[in-house]
């Protein structure tokens, strides 16, 4: 994320909160304390996700989408609001949070992002590669390629792109291949013109959520097993009768593909929900390791055990 978020340029910028953190690690909590410490002192907030499974509609269990109870009558958008059959893109995210952070502006209110979606938060903020539509059929014939066959073409038409990537990496090797061929410009050409981004537009207040990885896990393994017993199984149990297509991304959530093997009967009981939670801290690994490294070093990283809530709530709202 390159955009200079310097508090001197952002002055007269409406206010945008951030907390960002991996899965598990108390952001959704942190923010509703946020809102209601805001309200007490005369203000409004509303509370916008920037979780790519916790948009999904059929997945509030396993996506850990806060209930009534947990938003505790703080306004919560983009919950919940997608439909499984509808994939949402990193584009499409950032669409709809730019309309609910413009909404919230109007009415005088601090929106508050919670998520640990490093694509959606990078997209809002920095904006995307206007890279056209591609080409159904030049779609086809690279989704078809076999990887090593895809990348050995990537590197004769793209060979920059081609010796960024892992040999192994499909998916990035596909959407390069496909891009070049159905546009004649590598995909490095196209990032290079980001259009739509805000951070330039807002006086962005960020916090990271960096817990003790040990925590982390441990949270991540007891949250998966309350999961389980709290209704994730009823309800991968009725995302499978809709019997969508398996590619899509609410297909590929974690705790789906786990849960779907303990209802064919391919796995026990114990090996889905070890598996899940394994799923579970090798996401929340990513998370970390991307938060470290991605977003500006100036942007402050901090732990809840280190760090009190109120002092935090204090310095994020305090901007």
């Not at 001197?8 to 509703?32: C, E, F, Q, R, W």
């Not at 904006?127 to 990887?147: F, S």
Request: hydrophobic letters at 50%.
């Amino acid at each position: 994320m390159s955009t200079d978020h310097s508090p001197i340029k952002a002055a007269d910028l409406p206010p945008l909160a951030l907390i960002a953190g991996p899965t598990a690690s108390g952001k959704s909590d942190l923010a509703v304390r946020a809102a209601l410490a805001h309200e007490a002192a005369g203000g409004k907030a509303v509370v916008i996700n920037a979780d790519s499974a916790q948009v999904y509609a059929d997945l509030a269990m396993l996506s850990a989408r806060p209930t009534e109870d947990e938003m505790r009558g703080v306004p919560h958008r983009l919950f919940g609001a997608w439909d499984g059959a509808d994939p949402c893109s990193a584009a499409d995210w950032a669409e709809a949070a730019r309309a609910e952070i413009t909404a919230a502006h109007e009415q005088g209110a601090l929106p508050i992002l919670v998520g640990g979606t490093g694509l959606y938060i990078r997209t809002l903020l920095d904006g995307i590669a206007p890279v056209p539509a591609i080409e159904a059929d030049v779609r086809a014939e690279v989704r078809a390629m076999p990887v090593a066959e895809a990348y050995a073409a990537l590197v004769a038409e793209d060979p920059a792109r081609a010796a960024a990537l892992a040999p192994a990496d499909g998916a990035r090797i596909a959407r390069a291949l496909e891009v070049v061929r159905s546009t004649g410009r590598p995909l490095a050409d196209w990032q290079a013109d980001l259009a739509g981004g805000i951070g330039d537009k807002v006086a962005l207040r960020p916090l990271i959520l960096m817990p003790d990885r040990a925590w982390l896990y441990e949270r991540c393994d007891r949250r998966f097993a309350m999961m389980w017993q709290g209704g994730a199984v009823a309800e991968v149990e009725a995302l499978l009768a809709r019997g969508l297509d398996p590619a899509l991304p609410v297909m590929r959530a974690i705790g789906v593909c786990e849960i779907a093997d303990f209802l064919a009967g391919t796995l026990s009981e114990a090996d889905a929900v070890a598996a899940g939670s394994q799923s579970t801290r090798r996401y929340a690994k990513r998370q970390y390791t991307w938060l470290r490294h991605q977003p500006p070093a100036a942007w402050p990283r901090v732990t809840l055990e280190n760090s009190p809530p109120d002092t935090l709530i204090e310095a994020l709202l305090r901007g």
